[in-house]
Each structure stands twice: as structure tokens, then as C-alpha cells.
């Protein structure tokens, strides 16, 4: 009797191959050149990877093996054809139609969401082909080189490393400390490739997106700028908020990653912050004039800054043990006052960490939230002294003010 689990792998097998086709069809008639497969053709592959699989499992695995020749043979056939009717313009469709049929092999063994993220993931990578290009066409040498900087100590390095802790109380992990430095280089690298990807979009779109690689830097160069371009004030101190603002989202999302116990304990102080500075952002946003600006941000990622912050993660990581361990809350606080005037994102990581351990998970909340308090007043201190004074530096100050004094009373109270 027919199991209706296989049939439903089929179906879905066969709907995630359609969904590549679906983009094969649509890029075919929008740039006028011919392929070897498109609506049709995608799901019968992904149809027969999952046969394939079906009847390599119950007769033999051998015709698992025969399948994947006869496809492979079926694909450089279809590639040479069109080759030589100078239709061809690259093996693109040819490998999108081997993923399709293991895809298929994967809703056969019931791996549905691993199969759902691969047919996603080609479809988006299929269609963005325009705005890759265009990005590679933007990137410079040195932006290449960092690129494969950050490609070496994330895949290359950190495997490499030892997880476990040396010296006294333990406090020294290579592994988390190289894994934090990859961490939160991941989430700046993101940021640059979106500011270079969508381009000069406007102050604010540069303030959300620059907040993602450093929103002190957002503040540093929109305070500059207030001083030139007195008139679009409103805007500049929009893209400073904003950036701040992400910098709130990005906590939640290194603790989501690191602790999600933790998580539960500052989703809602962080979210209520982040409440206050998005309505504060859309007052300001109704009163803004439009205007064209981005932060000039440094290349995505270099190996000093890097090491930095490792060595500081390092630091931070040892100082908040050590004073959990000798003077208890007072010392973690400390520690997060401390290091919010340089940098949250250490702190951050360090206190996720070690709330999955001993530290408890209100001192790690209290401590993340008095860091990132702390970090909004020195950038409140930045944008009144670099700024102008009168309207940018003004509204920024008071503002932080209020926030800063919510944010103490959302640590204590809740």
C-alpha cells in the first residue's frame, strides 16, 4: 500500500523544483537566451532525484548511482548543444539542475526543511544575478583581500583551535574567544556589503544600515556633518537614532545566538528602548527633509581591529569572571560600566557566555543593558561635542538623557 508520507515528499520534491524553474522560465524570457530547462523540466528533475532515491532504499543503491550518471550525462549533453549554437551562457542552470534533483533525494529521506532552505537559497541566488554582478563590479582590491581575510580565520583558524579553558578559574578559551571575534566581524562584514550593495539611499537608510557595522561611527560622522549642513538636522539626528537602535537589535540578536535563556530575561527592556527610539525616529522622520548622505565606512574587515577585539573580548571575559567570583554582582556591573565606553559587543558576548555557566542570568541582563546604557551616553557625549551644538548635539543629548534614564529604571524595576 502507498504510504502517503512518500507521496507527500514527492509532491513537495516536485513543488521546490518548480520554484527554481519558476525563476529559470522568468530570467529565460527577460534576458531572451535558451535553456536547457525551466518550469517543466525542474520539477521532473527533482521528481526523479527523489525516485532515484526511493528506489535506490527499497531495490538498490545502485540505481541511486545510475540515476545521478544518467542525469549528469543528460546535463553535459544539453551543456555542449547549446555550446555549440553559441546559445550558451554559462553552467548556471546546468548546476541549479543538479542541486533540484538532490533536493529531491533530500524530501525523499524526509529532510524537508534542509530541502526547502536549498531550493530558497539557489532561487534568491539564481535571481539576484544582476545586483551580484553589479557588486562585483563595485568591489575594490583591498575590499577582495579583507573578504578573503575574514574567509580565512572564520573556516581556516577557528576549526583549529582548542575549545577549552586554561589558566587560573579557566578563564582563558581560544576557541570562544576567536569564535566571538568571528561573531561579531560576521555581523560588520554583513553591514559594509549592504552599504555597498544598495549604495547612496539617504541618510537614513546609512544610519540603519551603518548601525549594523558601528553605530558610533554613524554618530562621529553625522555629528561632522551637522556642522556643514546645518539645515538637514533633523536628518542627520534620524540616521543617529536609527543607528542606535540597531545597535539594540544587534544585542538581541548576539544573545539569541549565544544564550537563548537569556534572551527571555532582556528581550523586553531592550524591545521597550528600542519602542521609544523608533517612535522618537518616526516624529523626527515626519519633520525631516530628504537628503542624500552614507558614513564612510572603513573595508569590511581587517585583521588589526580584529585581534583587538579579541584580545578585549579576552579581557572583558576575565575581568567578569574573576569578579563574579570575588565580589559578586557589584563586580560584573562594574566591568559592564566599564567597557560599554569602548565597545558593547564584548561585553555582551562575554556575559551570554558565561550566564550558560555559573553567572546568573539577571546579573548577565543588568550588565548587558548597563553597557549598552552606558555606550548611548558616550555617544550622546560625542554628538554634543563634535556636533552642532545648537540643534543636532542638542536634540541627541536630551534624548539620551531620557533614554538612559528609562533604560536604569526598566533594569531595576523589572
Not at 218 to 243: H, P, Q, Y
Not at 328 to 353: E, N
Request: proline share 2%; hydrophobic share 55%.
Amino acid at each position: 500500500m502507498l504510504e502517503f508520507e512518500i507521496v507527500k515528499n514527492f509532491l513537495i520534491a516536485m513543488a521546490l523544483g518548480a520554484l527554481i524553474g519558476l525563476e529559470r522560465e522568468y530570467a529565460m524570457m527577460r534576458r531572451k537566451f535558451r535553456s536547457y530547462a525551466g518550469i517543466r523540466t525542474f520539477p521532473l528533475i527533482a521528481l526523479f532525484g527523489a525516485l532515484a532515491a526511493y528506489f535506490g532504499d527499497t531495490i538498490s543503491i545502485l540505481i541511486l548511482v545510475a540515476s545521478i550518471l544518467i542525469l549528469g550525462g543528460l546535463i553535459v549533453f544539453a551543456y555542449y548543444s547549446l555550446a555549440s549554437k553559441r546559445q550558451f551562457l554559462g553552467a548556471t542552470s546546468e548546476i541549479a539542475g543538479l542541486i533540484a534533483f538532490f533536493i529531491g533525494v533530500l524530501c525523499y529521506q524526509g529532510e524537508l526543511m534542509l530541502a526547502v532552505v536549498i531550493a530558497i537559497g539557489v532561487t534568491i541566488l539564481l535571481y539576484a544575478r544582476s545586483m551580484l554582478h553589479q557588486f562585483a563590479e563595485k568591489i575594490k582590491q583591498k575590499e577582495l583581500v579583507d573578504t578573503l581575510k575574514f574567509i580565512v580565520i572564520a573556516f581556516v583558524v577557528l576549526p583549529f583551535l582548542p575549545n577549552k579553558g586554561y589558566g587560573p578559574l579557566e578563564i582563558f578559551n581560544p576557541y570562544i574567544v576567536w569564535l566571538m571575534v568571528v561573531f561579531i566581524s560576521g555581523i560588520s562584514f554583513a553591514g559594509y556589503i549592504l552599504m555597498k550593495w544598495f549604495g547612496e539611499k539617504g541618510i537614513t537608510l546609512a544610519g540603519i544600515l551603518g548601525g549594523l557595522v558601528s553605530s558610533t561611527a554613524v554618530t562621529i560622522s553625522f555629528a561632522e556633518r551637522s556642522k556643514r549642513d546645518k539645515k538637514i538636522f533633523r536628518t542627520l539626528v534620524l540616521g543617529v537614532i536609527l543607528a542606535n537602535t540597531i545597535m539594540f537589535v544587534r544585542i538581541l540578536i548576539e544573545v539569541f545566538v549565544i544564550n537563548v535563556e537569556l534572551l527571555w530575561e532582556v528581550i523586553l527592556p531592550l524591545s521597550i528602548l528600542i519602542l521609544v527610539c523608533s517612535v522618537f525616529s518616526y516624529l523626527l522622520w515626519r519633520k525631516a527633509k530628504e537628503a542624500k548622505g552614507k558614513v564612510k565606512l572603513s573595508s569590511p574587515f581587517t585583521l588589526g581591529p580584529a585581534l583587538k577585539f579579541g584580545a578585549f573580548f579576552a579581557v572583558i571575559l576575565a575581568l567578569v569572571k574573576v569578579a563574579d567570583v570575588y565580589l559578586s554582582s557589584k563586580g560584573v556591573y562594574l566591568v559592564s560600566f566599564i567597557s560599554g565606553f569602548a565597545d558593547v559587543d564584548a561585553i555582551t558576548v562575554s556575559l551570554s557566555q558565561l550566564s550558560k555557566g555559573s553567572l546568573g542570568l539577571e546579573i548577565a541582563r543588568n550588565g548587558i543593558i548597563l553597557a549598552a546604557l552606558t555606550n548611548v551616553a558616550v555617544k550622546g557625549g560625542i554628538a554634543y561635542i563634535f556636533g552642532d551644538r545648537e540643534k543636532f548635539g542638542k536634540i541627541i543629548l536630551l534624548f539620551y538623557i531620557v533614554l538612559i534614564l528609562l533604560g536604569l529604571g526598566l533594569m531595576w524595576l523589572l
